[in-house]
């Protein structure tokens, strides 16, 4: 057996290009898995971890204290998930956004991005095979009687 087995041109022009980061700034993602954890000291978290459509991910602790409910009203609020909901299940596959900003270096120097915090999308993006479809502005409106610039008087 070598060590080139498998490798032609084309395998290798269709490799992945390696790890994938979010970027500074605003990700649009969505919530691939949730898990109970406790942390390094022994109090009850969450570990989030969010993807996006290249398939970059990036994990978010909310861990039990001082800003658990906060950090959970931001998740809740950013994903469109129900207010208290504690189902994790449920969360998986709601789409929000995620800002990100520069890390610190770990142990080895490596800088990797971060979460900083979790927003309420205002933008009109559907992502691509997403199922969820946001209703456009005028809804429920024929086009001959609304016009967004309308003033009531």
Not at 25 to 47: D, H, T, W
Not at 52 to 74: C, F, H, M, N, P
Request: proline letters at 5%; aromatic letters at 12%.
């Amino acid at each position: 057996m070598s060590f080139f087995d498998g490798v032609t041109p084309q395998t290798v022009s269709q490799a992945s290009d390696g790890f994938l980061e979010f970027k500074v700034g605003e990700n649009y993602a969505y919530i691939s898995s949730v898990e109970e954890k406790e942390s390094r000291n022994n109090n009850p978290m969450l570990e989030i971890t969010f993807a996006d459509e290249e398939g970059a991910t990036i994990r978010y602790w909310i861990v039990g204290g001082e800003y658990k409910l906060s950090r959970l009203k931001q998740l809740y609020s950013a994903f469109g998930i129900p207010m208290g909901e504690a189902n994790t299940n449920k969360w998986i596959g709601k789409w929000g956004v995620v800002v990100c900003k520069a890390g610190t270096p770990n142990d080895k120097g490596k800088v990797y991005n971060q979460v900083s915090y979790l927003k309420q999308d205002n933008a009109d993006k559907q992502p691509q095979g997403s199922a969820s479809s946001k209703p456009s502005q005028n809804e429920g409106h024929g086009d001959d009687e609304y016009f967004e610039d309308d003033i009531p008087f």
